[in-house]
């Protein structure tokens, strides 16, 4: 029966399990949301001084432990384009868009919709519905990714 | 420190949880969005078992207060303005182009090679800007 089931779908839900306790600790713990494009966002622009060693320690927990986990998954890759029009093109729409909205896919998805907000559910529309379009546009139509 | 402590605890989960799933792998996020294509219902999988612990956690806050002391955060006001669509299309257009969206960007950045280095700091670029962008915004097309 199990063995119906794709591993990488196994693997997916372990995953988001984890994430999942990840937000439950900064939630229960430190009574913060947590949504990766605010915590680095207020390191950037200036307005999370106030609590810029927490910060800093949950983004060192989110860059050290995939170096970790890397050596024993050594068939990982992450297929990441090498056109660096793409890219920055790509993360100056991901850094100014999800500060505009407030949000990411941690933020609004994760920690919004489980709380039934409708400004999360409303936003993880909107970014999977242009999402889509863009590899629908940029993959199939333009053939850039 | 308590807060120091658990701020590393929730982002090491964070950080392996991305990593397991294969969230830092941008061939599996643009394979859920390329509806087209080989379409890839991992992402799915993911959303789904990262928001069980999260509601039960929203669940768990009634009537308590956060470990460190404070309060929780109050629900947002449920107004759906301007700056959450077209920031939201945004930022689809950006996870769409790379796969990759911030949590991940930095999760992949100790293995992924240099694109992921490329695409972070252009991430980072565009966050400084967005006050800036706001500003402008709000400043032509007033949001209410």
């Known amino acids: 029966m199990i063995n119906a089931i794709p591993t990488d779908w196994l693997f997916g839900l372990g995953g988001g399990l984890l994430i999942g306790l990840g937000g439950a600790v900064f939630l229960l713990g430190n009574g913060r949301v947590m949504g990766a494009s605010g915590i680095i966002g207020g390191l950037v622009d200036g307005s999370g001084k106030s609590n810029l060693a927490e910060r800093l320690a949950f983004l060192a927990g989110v860059f050290v432990m995939p170096a970790l986990l890397f050596p024993v998954f050594s068939e990982v890759n992450t297929h990441a384009t090498t056109n660096v029009a793409v890219l920055i093109a790509a993360g100056l729409c991901v850094g100014v868009g999800t500060r505009l909205a407030n949000g990411c896919t941690s933020g609004h998805g994760v920690c919004g919709i489980s709380r039934l907000s409708l400004r999360g559910m409303v936003a993880t529309v909107f970014y999977i519905m242009a999402g889509g379009l863009t590899v629908v546009l940029f993959r199939h139509i333009l053939g850039v990714i | ?144």
Request: aromatic content about 12%; charged content about 10%; glycine content about 14%.
């Open chain 2, 1 to 144: 420190m308590q807060r120091i402590v658990l701020a590393l605890i929730a982002g090491s989960l964070f950080g392996a949880g991305l990593f397991i799933s294969g969230m830092t792998d941008t061939a599996k996020v643009q394979g859920w969005l390329d509806v087209f294509g080989s379409w890839d219902p991992t992402l799915a999988f993911v959303m789904g078992g990262a928001i069980l612990p999260m509601a039960i956690a929203w669940l768990f806050t009634n009537g308590r207060t956060p470990v460190v002391g404070g309060e929780f955060p109050a629900p947002p006001e449920p107004k759906l303005g301007r700056n959450l669509v077209l920031g939201s299309v945004l930022f689809g257009v950006g996870w769409g182009l790379a796969g990759l969206c911030p949590g991940p960007a930095v999760a992949s950045l100790s293995y992924g090679g240099w694109p992921h280095w490329v695409f972070f700091a252009a991430m980072l670029a565009g966050m400084a800007l967005a006050p800036m962008a706001r500003a402008q915004l709000d400043s032509a097309v007033p949001a209410e």
